[in-house]
C-alpha cells in the first residue's frame, strides 16, 4: 500500500543524502514536503539571533527552488506543529509522516509527540538519522553504553565501528514523478515567509548565504584545492583564515544544508588518491569527527547544555555579573582582541575556531569567570552554525569545566592575538575605530603615550579599561589556582 | 535517601538478650515472605546508629535525625561532628548550596567543643566572608588540628576589615593549642597574628598554606620557620622568602621540610624588583632536607626574569604561568638539577629546541612536562623523547607546539614519540569548533 506522506524538514534542509525522503518517495503515492515554522517551538529551544533566522529562511528559499526543480515544492506552514499536523493530516488524508531523526531533547520530545499523534490519528512515523556520520547508539554500545569522554577513546571506538553510513543516492525528477506533488495554489499560500513577515530586521552584513546549493558550491571549491586539502593541518596561526572563510562549511553542517557523510566520502576519496595520507586528529575530517564526538556525548548525558545536573560537567562556583557579561557581549571589554572578535560575530555570525577559543576563555577561567552557560547563549544566538551538542560542548571544554586536560590552559588576550595576527590587521578590520594605531600597540592601545594615541586619532579613555585590565591580571593566575581547587575539591 | 549498610554483627556491649531477639525477628522476618512485625528500628543499638550514621551525607543523616529520640541523640554523638566544612554562598550571586544558617547555630551551640578538622568553602561576596569570620569568632570552646579558609572565588576576604579578620582568627589560635594544618592563602594575615599562631600551636604545627597574604612580611613567617619545628609544608609567596628563612627551615632542630611551594608574582610588568636568595642557602635547605618537593609558580612578565636562574637552584616542580622567554628556558636547563616536572604556558614563535634538548640532558629526573603556546620542532621533539625515554610519565603537548619538517610530519610523529615513550601517545587536542 502506498501512503500520503507529509515529509517534516526540520534539521536535513537538503535533498542530497536525505534517507528519509527517499524512504518517502519510495513509499508513497502522494508527498507532502513540510517545514513547520513553530516560532514558540524555536524560540523556546535555542536562541535564535537575526542572523541566523535570515540564514534559516534562505535555506527553505533553496530547499524550494530545488524542489520546484524536480516538481515538487516546499510547503512552509506557520504556527504550533501539533496544530498544525492534526489540521493537515485530516484535509490531506495523511497516512505516514516522516521526519529526520535528531538526539536533541526538545527534537526527540517533538517526535514521541507526533508517534502519540500517529498512534491516535492512525498515521505511520519514520525517521532516520543523517545528521552525524555513525548511528550514535551504535557507538553507545560498543562503549558498555556510555559515550567516551576523550577523544583519544572515541577515536578507538570508531576504528572499531569501520567506516560511516553511506550517503543514500541522489533524488531525481523520475522519484518525485511516481508521487504526486501539492497544488500550486498550495504552494502559493504555503511559500518561505521573508524575514520582514516575521517581524525581523532586514539588515545583513554578513557575507554567508543559506542553503544547499551554496553548500554544495562551498563544498566543490573546498574539494578543489585538492593538493592543501591532502596535507591539511587544524590552522596554525595564518592571519587570513580568522576572516570569513569562503570555503567555511560548519553553517551548512549544522542547519544540515549539506551531508556530513557526503563530505566525508568525498575527502575519504581524495585522499585515496593524494600520497601521503593524514590520520586524524590532524586532517580535515577531524573537524567532522569532533562533531561526531560531542553529537556522541551529548546524546548520552542528561543535561548537557547547563551545569546544575550534568553528570560530566565539574560543578563551579562561578559569578553572577551581569555589567561585565554585557561588556563581553557587546564588544566592550576594552581589549581589541577580543572586542573584534566579538564584533565580527555580531556583524556575521562566524568567527574561525581560534577566535572562539579566545573570547570564551576570557569569559570563563581565563579573565571574567562568568559561567560558560552564559557564552554557550549568546554563541546560540549569534553563530550561525550554532549547535546544541557542539556549542555546549566546546564551551564545557573551554571553561575547562568537562574534558579536561592534564594542565590547564589560559589564552592570554593580548598575547594570543599578536600571536595569530601580528600586524593587526584583524582587528583594524572590525574595530576600525583603532585603524590607525601602530601594530605594536594595537593589541594594548592603553600603552601607547599619550601622543601616541592623538596621532592615532583615538584617545583611551583610562576610566574605562583600567578596570578591565586589573581584570585580567588579578584573575588569571587566580584562576589557574581557582581551577586547581574547583578540581580537588570535587 | 542512600541507605548506609546494616552491620550483622552483634556488639558484644550491651544486653545480649535484646541482640540475640533482634537476630531472631530478623531472620523469622527473612523467612516469611508476608512479614507480621517490622523490626524494631528504634531499639537498634546506637553504636550501630552511628556507623550507619557515618556514611550518610549531613542532609539524610538531619533527616534520619528527626525519625526519633534515639535517632537524634546519635546524631548529636561528638564523633559525628569532628569534621566539618562550612559552605558559605550566596544565593543571589552565586549557583551552589549552602550551608543552612540554622544548622550553623546548632553546631555552635552543641558541638563547637567537638570539632577538629574544620575548614569554610566561601564564594566570592563579602557577606560569606563575613559569615565564616562569624563563625570563627564563636569557636572558643574548639580545640582544631585543622583549619582551612578557601576562596572557591575571588579572595572575598581580603574584602573584609582586617581587623575584624584577625581578630576572628585569633580566637581560634588562642584556644586551639594543637592546630597542626593551617590553609590561610588569601587572606589578610598578619605579622602580630603568626605571632600568636606561634605562641600556641609552634609544637603541634605541620603545615602551612599562605600564599598571597600581602600582609605578612618575611620577619613574620620567619618566626614561625624559628619555633615551628616540626613544619613539613609550607607555602608563600616569593616576597616573603629569605636566606634567613631558609637557614631556620635547615636548622638543627628543625624537622626535614617535605613540601615547599613559592610563588612568585608580579601585579604590574617592572613594578616590583625581586630581591635575591643566596646560593648557600638553597644548599643548606637541600643539604638538611634532601627529598623535599620545591614547587615554584611563576607569574611575571618576561623582562622580570633577572634575578632568576642565575645558579643551581633544588627547584622540582616548576610552572610558568605566563609567557617565559627562550633564554629563561635556556637557563633552567643548566640550574635545575632536581627537576621533575615542567610547565610552560607559553612562551614565544621562535622553536625551543636547544632548550628542549638542554632540559632532557641535565634534568635527570624530569617525568612531567607540559606546552602550551611554545612552538618545538618535530626532530628536536623526538630527540628530547628519545633522551628522556620512558621516564616521561607525563607529556602534554598542545597539538599546535609541534612544527613538522624535513624529517617528521605531524602523522609521524605520534608513532615516534609513542615508540620511544613505550606506550600510545597523541598531542592533547583542542576540538575543531
Not at chain 1, 93 to 111: C, G, H, R, S, W
Not at chain 1, 155 to 179: K, M, W, Y
Amino acid at each position: 500500500m502506498l501512503h500520503r506522506t507529509i515529509h517534516l524538514f526540520r534539521k536535513e534542509l537538503r535533498l542530497h543524502d536525505n534517507p528519509v525522503l527517499l524512504a518517502a518517495l519510495q513509499s508513497s503515492e502522494a508527498l507532502y514536503p513540510v517545514y513547520i515554522l513553530d516560532r514558540a517551538f524555536l524560540t523556546s529551544s535555542m536562541h535564535i539571533g537575526a542572523l541566523r533566522w535570515h540564514f534559516l529562511l534562505q535555506s527553505l528559499e533553496d530547499l524550494h527552488k530545488n524542489l520546484c526543480q524536480l516538481g515538487s515544492c516546499l510547503l512552509v506552514i506557520q504556527g504550533e506543529y501539533e496544530t498544525v499536523l492534526r489540521d493537515h493530516i485530516q484535509r490531506w488524508n495523511i497516512t505516514q509522516v516522516t521526519l529526520d531523526a535528531e538526539m536533541e531533547p526538545f527534537y526527540k520530545e517533538m517526535e514521541a509527540n507526533i508517534q502519540r499523534l500517529g498512534a491516535e490519528l492512525g498515521f505511520e512515523v519514520l525517521s532516520l538519522v543523517s545528521h552525524s556520520l555513525y548511528d550514535t547508539q551504535r557507538i553507545l554500545d560498543i562503549n558498555g553504553g556510555s559515550p567516551p569522554l576523550t577523544y583519544k577513546r572515541f577515536l578507538h571506538i570508531l576504528s572499531l565501528l569501520g567506516d560511516p553510513e553511506v550517503p543514500v543516492r541522489n533524488l531525481t525528477a523520475e522519484d518525485f514523478q511516481r508521487c504526486s506533488a501539492p497544488d500550486a495554489d498550495l504552494a502559493e499560500s504555503y511559500r518561505v515567509p521573508l524575514p520582514e513577515d516575521l517581524k525581523i530586521s532586514p539588515e545583513n552584513l554578513s557575507p554567508w548565504r543559506g542553503g544547499e546549493t551554496e553548500g554544495l558550491q562551498r563544498l566543490e571549491q573546498h574539494l578543489t584545492d585538492q593538493g592543501w586539502v591532502a596535507s591539511f593541518t587544524k590552522p596554525r596561526t595564518i592571519p587570513n583564515s580568522l576572516l570569513p572563510s569562503t570555503t567555511g562549511l560548519s553553517p551548512y553542517f549544522s542547519m544540515g544544508c549539506l551531508s556530513v557523510r557526503t563530505f566525508f566520502y568525498r575527502l575519504s576519496n581524495i585522499y585515496a588518491q593524494a600520497k601521503h595520507h593524514s590520520l586524524p586528529p590532524v586532517s580535515l575530517q577531524g573537524q567532522l569527527l569532533w562533531r561526531e564526538f560531542f553529537y556522541t556525548v551529548a546524546s548520552a548525558t542528561p543535561n548537557f547544555t547547563q551545569m546544575a545536573g550534568n553528570p560530566i560537567c565539574l560543578q563551579i562556583c562561578w559569578y553572577k555579573d551581569a555589567e561585565r557579561l554585557h561588556k563581553w557581549k557587546m564588544a566592550q571589554t576594552g581589549f581589541p582582541w577580543i572586542d573584534a572578535i566579538m564584533t565580527q560575530l555580531r556583524q556575521e555570525g562566524w568567527i574561525h575556531h581560534l577566535a572562539r577559543h579566545a573570547v570564551a576563555c576570557f569569559l570563563t577561567r581565563g579573565d571574567l569567570w562568568i559561567s560558560w552557560e552564559e557564552g554557550m547563549k549568546v554563541f546560540e544566538e549569534l553563530l550561525l552554525d550554532a549547535d546544541y551538542s557542539i556549542n555546549a560542548g566546546n564551551w564545557m571544554w573551554l571553561s575547562a569545566s568537562a574534558f579536561f586536560h592534564q594542565y590547564t590552559r589560559i589564552f592570554c588576550p593580548v598575547r594570543f592575538g599578536k600571536r595569530t595576527d601580528p600586524q593587526g590587521n584583524y582587528i583594524r578590520k572590525y574595530l576600525p575605530i583603532l585603524k590607525n594605531f601602530p601594530s605594536k600597540y594595537i593589541y594594548e592601545p592603553w600603552t601607547a603615550s599619550e601622543e601616541e594615541q592623538k596621532q592615532a586619532g583615538c584617545i583611551i579613555d583610562d576610566a574605562d579599561d583600567p578596570m578591565e585590565i586589573k581584570v585580567k591580571r588579578d584573575h588569571s593566575e587566580e584562576n589557574i589556582s581557582k581551577g586547581k581547587v574547583a578540581r580537588t575539591t570535587e | 535517601m542512600k541507605r548506609g549498610r546494616k552491620t550483622n554483627e552483634a556488639n558484644s556491649s550491651s544486653s545480649e538478650d535484646t541482640t540475640e531477639k533482634e537476630c531472631k525477628r530478623h531472620k523469622v522476618v527473612e523467612k516469611k515472605t508476608a512479614v507480621v512485625q517490622s523490626p524494631d528500628w528504634a531499639n537498634l543499638l546506637q553504636d550501630i546508629i552511628l556507623q550507619v550514621f557515618q556514611y550518610l551525607p549531613l542532609l539524610d543523616r538531619a533527616h534520619a535525625s528527626q525519625v526519633c529520640r534515639s535517632w537524634n541523640q546519635v546524631f548529636h554523638m561528638p564523633d559525628l561532628w569532628r569534621c566539618f566544612e562550612f559552605e558559605l554562598n550566596q544565593p543571589a550571586t552565586s549557583n551552589l548550596r549552602t550551608t543552612h544558617p540554622e544548622l550553623i547555630k546548632q553546631i555552635i551551640k552543641r558541638h563547637s567543643n567537638h570539632l577538629q578538622y574544620v575548614s569554610f568553602k566561601v564564594d566570592s561576596s563579602k557577606e560569606s566572608a563575613e559569615a565564616a569570620c562569624d563563625i570563627l569568632s564563636q569557636l572558643v570552646n574548639c580545640s582544631l588540628k585543622t583549619l582551612g579558609l578557601i576562596s572557591t572565588a575571588r579572595p572575598s576576604f581580603m574584602d573584609l576589615p582586617k581587623s575584624h579578620f584577625i581578630s576572628a582568627l585569633t580566637v581560634v589560635f588562642v584556644n586551639s593549642k594543637s592546630l597542626s594544618s593551617l590553609k590561610i592563602d588569601d587572606t589578610p594575615v598578619d605579622d602580630p597574628s603568626l605571632k600568636v599562631l606561634v605562641a600556641n600551636n609552634s609544637d603541634t604545627l605541620k603545615l602551612l598554606k599562605m600564599s598571597s597574604c600581602p600582609h605578612v612580611s618575611p620577619a613574620g613567617i620567619l618566626c614561625v620557620a624559628d619555633q615551628c619545628h616540626g613544619l613539613r609544608e609550607l607555602a608563600l609567596n616569593y616576597h616573603l622568602l629569605s636566606d634567613e628563612l631558609l637557614l631556620a627551615l635547615s636548622s638543627e632542630k628543625h624537622v626535614r621540610l617535605e613540601h615547599l611551594r613559592i610563588d612568585v608574582v608580579s601585579e604590574n610588568p617592572g613594578q616590583t624588583q625581586f630581591h635575591t636568595i643566596q646560593k648557600s642557602s638553597w644548599d643548606a635547605f637541600i643539604k638538611h632536607s634532601p627529598k623535599v618537593n620545591l614547587v615554584m609558580y611563576f607569574f611575571l612578565y618576561e623582562e622580570e626574569f633577572d634575578p632568576f636562574f642565575r645558579y643551581e637552584i633544588p627547584v622540582t616542580h616548576l610552572y610558568f604561568g605566563r609567557s617565559v622567554s627562550k633564554d629563561v628556558l635556556g637557563r633552567v636547563g643548566l640550574t635545575c638539577p632536581r627537576l621533575v616536572e615542567l610547565v610552560v604556558c607559553a612562551n614565544g614563535l621562535r622553536p625551543l629546541d636547544e632548550e628542549l634538548i638542554c632540559i632532557a640532558e641535565r634534568c635527570k629526573y624530569l617525568s612531567a612536562v607540559g606546552l602550551g603556546e611554545c612552538e618545538v620542532s618535530c626532530s628536536a621533539f623526538v630527540e628530547f623523547v628519545k633522551m628522556c625515554g620512558g621516564r616521561l610519565s607525563q607529556l602534554s603537548i598542545m597539538e599546535e607546539v609541534l612544527i613538522p619538517d624535513q624529517k617528521y610530519s605531524l602523522e609521524q610523529i605520534h608513532w615516534e614519540v609513542s615508540k620511544h615513550l613505550g606506550r600510545v601517545w597523541f598531542p592533547d587536542m583542542m576540538p575543531t569548533w
